[in-house]
C-alpha cells in the first residue's frame, strides 16, 4: 500500500498505515512530515484516478475508503496545496444526521533533532508556541521561527460545515484534528453526502502560505473586490447612546463639513447606526415582552430621523457621500407582534417549539430555509435597496445559522451552534445561513456589504467566504475614545493577525480609531499608524467641526487606505507583531509598534527578516518625527516609549537626487507619488503626485553632497511653490496645490 503516491514539484501525498502521508518535494526545518490520520478501518486498496479543474489544471486524486468515509487527495501539476475531500455514507436503512464530524487527524511530524516544542503556530487566537497550542477556526499554521519554514491547513470551503482546528501538543509531538461543525448535517438511507474541503500545503515562509490560501479562497469564491471605502460611522460620535444613529441635523452638519474638509482626501461613505429605526409597539411592550438588544423591525423611522431614511440617503448623496446603514438582516424578536414577525419565520427550538432566540442582544433566528422566512427576507432586503443606501453594514450574522452569541469570540471554546429545527431538514445549518446570504447579494445588487462582526460568533467568519465585501473583526472599541489601552489596540490585535485575509478575501475592519482630546495624542498616532501602514478600512466616528486642527489633519493623513500587500515582519515571534512593512518597488514603508502601554521596547529591525537587500543601505525618514535619520546597513534598533510607534520611510541610497517621503499621507509617497525619474544629463528630478487643494504637500528629498538644487517648476494653475530648505543631504521643498489631483513637479540641480 506504501507503494501508492502522487507527487508533484511542491509535495509528495504517500498512503500509509491509517491513512496518508505529506512532505515537502525539498527539506525543510520547520514540520517535514504531516501524517493524516483517518477514522475507522481501511476498505479495500486505494486507487488513483486522473481528473482535471478549470482552474488549476490537470490533477490526480488517491481514492481511500474507510469505514463509513470516502476520503479523497488531489494534487494539480502548478498547485502548493493537496485538496482533501471526505465524503460521508449512510449504508442503515434510515435516515441519520451529523452534528459535527472530525474528518481527520493531523500529525506534524519534525526533522531529524528537530525540538517541535519550539515551532510557532499561527491560528485565529493568534501565535502561540506549538508547546501549548492555542484551537483555531478555519486555519492552522505551523513554522520554524528561525527560517519561517513550515506548514498551512486550512478549510479552504465552509459551506456545509463550520471549521476548526483542535491542536494537542504531547510527548514532543503535534496533533491537530480537523473538525466540521454542522448543526444537522442529515444523511437519506444508502446515500452518502460531501462535506468540505480541507488543503495542506508546504512553505518556505508560512506567511506567504497562508497569503497564497487566501488568494485560493478568492479563486474557489470568485471574489472581485469593490474598490476600499473610506467611511464615517455615526455610532462613537453620540453624545449618548440613544443617539447611536446621530440625527437627521446633525448629520447634515457634519456631512457638510467632511465635504469640504476630509472628502477630497478620500472620505466617501457616511453610514448611519443604529437607533434610527422605531418600533410599532407601545414601548411598555418593548420594554416587558421584547427579546433584548436594538429593535429589529427595520420598517419605520425613529424621531431621530423625522424626514424618513430615503431623505437622509437622498441628502448624503447629494453631498457626494455613499449613503450607508446599519441593520440585523437575520434578526427578529421572538415575542413580538405576529403582524411584524409571523411565527412561521422562525428556526424552532426542538424541545419547545418555540423561536430559537439568543435574549442577551441578537434576538431570534429567522429560519431562511422556510419559504416564509425567504419571503420575509426578501421584503427586508429590498427595503433597504429601495431606500437608497448603497453600503451596508449588517450586524448579528451569526443568527443566519441558529448559533450562540459567544462574544467576544475568536476561539474554538464547545459548540458555536445552537439546538435548532429548520424547515428543511436536508439544509446543514451553515448551508441555510449562506442560503440567507445569497438573498442578501441577489437582492442588494451593487451595494457594498460590510458584515459585523466575527467576534459575536465565528459562524460569521470563514462560513461567510465570498458573501461580503468587508468584514468588522475586531470587538466594539468604545473606550478606546478615552485612551483605554486595552480596546485601543482591540482592532490592531483581531485584524493584525488576519492580515492575510485582507485586500484578498475582504476588507478588514478593525472599528474606527479616535483622535479626539480625550484619547491621548500618542495613541490617537499609535492607531492611525497601524491603520495606515496594515492597509485595512478606515473608519472614523467623530465629530469633525468640533476638532482641534492638528487632530482633524491625522484623519487627514490616513486618507485613503491603501490596497497595497502589508505584512507583519515578526508575527511568529510575537503574539502580537511589532513591526510591519509595506512597499513597492520604489519605496518601503516601515511600522513599528509598542504593545506595552507603559514600557519602553527595543525593536530590532533586520532588513533580512523584512525582505531587504542585505547588502545595501537605506535613507530613514521619521514620520511622527518629522526628521531625517540618515542612512542604515544592516540591522540597527530602534527604541519606542509605551504606547509609542513609528512610521519610517526606507529608500535604497542612490547617487543622485531621490524623493525619500512627503507630508500628504503617514505611508509617505506609497499612494500618492505616481511617477519619479532622474534625468542625468539635466539634472532633474521629475514626478507626479496626487494633492489636495491648498493642502500644503512637502518633498523630502535625499541629495549628495556635490549637488544643490536651484529650481523647482510646477504648472501655475497647478499650484505655488516655496523655496528650499535644506539639512545636510535632506532638500525640503513645499508645494500649494490649486486642484485636487495630479500634479507634475520638477526640481533642477547644479554641481556645487
Known sequence: MSSVSLTNEYLQVLVCAGGLAFSPAGSQSGPDTIRLEL????????????????????????VLQHGDRITTATIHDRDPFVYLESHVENASGEPVAFDQIRVADLVFESPEGADASKWSTLGSGGMKPAGTPEN???????ADVASRNGAVCAWLTQQRGLGTMVPVFKDGQLRVGAELEFGNLRIQPNQARETDTLVIGFFSDVRLGLERFADEVAQTYAIHLKPKPDVFCTWYARRHSADGA????????NAAFAKKHLQPFGLNVFQIDDHWQADSHSKST???NLDKGPIKIFKETNTNYPSGMPLAAEKLRRDG????????????????AATDFPPEIFAKDPQTGKPVS????????????SPDGEAFLRDRFQRIQKWGYSYIKVDGLHLGAPSHNIYVHRIPAGKSLR??????PDKTFIEGYRYGLKMLREETPGTFVLGCTSTQNMVSFAPIFGMVDAMRVGPDNDLATKGDWKELVFGADFAGNLWFLNNRVWYNDPDPFYVRESNPLAKAQWMASWLAVSGAMNTTSERYAELPPERLDIIKRTLPAHDFPARPVD????????????????LHIVGLFNWDEKNPTTIACDPARMGLDTSKKYDVFDFWANRYLGTVSGTWNETLEGAGCRVLALRETATHPQLLSTSRHITQGLIDVKSESWDPAARILSGTSAMVEGDPYELRLVCPDALTPTNISVNENDGTCSGFTREGNLVRVTITPKKTGAVDWALTFNLK
Open 571 to 586: 508575527i511568529l515571534e510575537h503574539e502580537k507583531p511589532t513591526l510591519w512593512i509595506v512597499g513597492n518597488d520604489r
Open 246 to 253: 446621530s440625527t437627521e441635523d446633525a448629520l447634515a452638519v
Open 286 to 288: 418593548v420594554d416587558e
Open 39 to 62: 477514522p475507522g478501518a481501511m476498505r479495500g486498496e486505494a486507487k488513483i484516478v486522473e481528473c482535471a479543474d478549470e482552474r488549476r489544471g490537470k490533477g490526480r486524486r488517491l
Open 321 to 336: 457621500f455613499v449613503p450607508g446603514i446599519w441593520y440585523m438582516p437575520f434578526a427578529g424578536e421572538s415575542k413580538g
Open 358 to 369: 439568543n435574549t442577551r442582544w441578537s434576538g431570534a433566528t429567522i429560519d431562511s430555509t
Open 419 to 424: 439546538p435548532a429545527v429548520l424547515h428543511n
Open 136 to 142: 483555531s477556526f478555519a486555519y492552522y499554521a505551523v
